[in-house]
């Protein structure tokens, strides 16, 4: 039967403060990347919304002419 020799593999953070850390970075990196595709939707939502208006506007002055 082969065991596998973990002689090189990363040691496991034993110390809470490391680990709470690593956990941490995970979340804000979590945190960031939703916060930013919230944030692009928002802006090509309202960028839409924005040349929608234009449009609009410009077709209501053409039949008021």
Not at 8 to 25: E, G, I, Q, W
Request: glycine share 4%; aromatic share 12%; net charge positive.
């Amino acid at each position: 039967m082969y065991i596998p020799d973990n002689t090189n593999a990363l040691p496991l953070h034993t110390n809470p403060a490391v680990r709470a850390t690593n956990d941490m970075s995970l979340f804000y990196w979590f945190v960031a990347i939703i916060g930013g595709l919230i944030a692009i939707t928002l802006t090509y939502v309202s960028y839409r919304k924005y040349k929608g208006e234009q449009k609009k506007r410009e077709k209501d002055k053409e039949q008021n002419s």
